[in-house]
């Protein structure tokens, strides 16, 4: 983990209110906890325009599992993006609807369309991509190759998110 580093910043009196407000309702601890979420929530959206930049993510498509051929199009287009396609778990929430979740790695860019193409599936009732920008030690984090799995060689993955011990007990998010 890295060491804590501490910085000024300077509001308007109003718009510290408004923060604290947020930090109430949000249950933080601390401003501090508050600002941390909020600079990795900048951090992640500003990969998105980064069309390069290494990014894993979930995206959760619920689906009429009796739709013609519907199920053969999602394993096409996952079998076609290996490379991007980590691991999928499937759920069946009803007699009719499918809950799928994919977890994908790769290139904002190539996830983005990815999700897009799925999404855009004929009987894919909702379909959301969720991100955050993954970075290896300050350099760009190695792709898996193609069809085969991605080994760690030695270095730990770093996520622009908190592990799992960070995490505020009853938070919903990262």
């Known amino acids: 983990m890295s060491a804590i580093v501490r910085f000024s910043v300077s509001l308007e009196d109003d718009l510290l209110e408004r923060f604290d407000c947020y930090c109430r309702q949000e249950r933080f601890a601390t401003r501090s906890e508050a600002v941390r979420q909020l600079v990795r929530d900048a951090l992640t959206k500003h990969a998105w325009t980064s069309e390069s930049r290494e990014v894993a993510g979930t995206l959760t498509l619920v689906y009429d599992h009796h739709r013609p051929q519907l199920r ?46 799925l999404r855009g599936l004929k009987g894919i009732y909702k379909g959301e991509l969720v991100m955050a920008a993954a970075e290896d030690g300050g350099r760009k984090a190695q792709s898996r190759p193609k069809g085969g799995v991605r080994r760690a060689e030695g270095r730990r993955m770093k996520a622009l998110i908190p592990p799992p011990s960070e995490l505020r007990p009853g938070s919903s998010d990262p």
């Open 72 to 117: 053969d199009h999602l394993t096409r287009l996952q079998h076609d993006h290996t490379e991007l396609v980590i691991s999928t778990l499937h759920a069946h929430l009803t007699h009719d609807l499918c809950l799928e979740v994919i977890v994908l790695r790769g290139p904002s860019a190539k996830l983005q369309q990815i999700a897009a193409q």
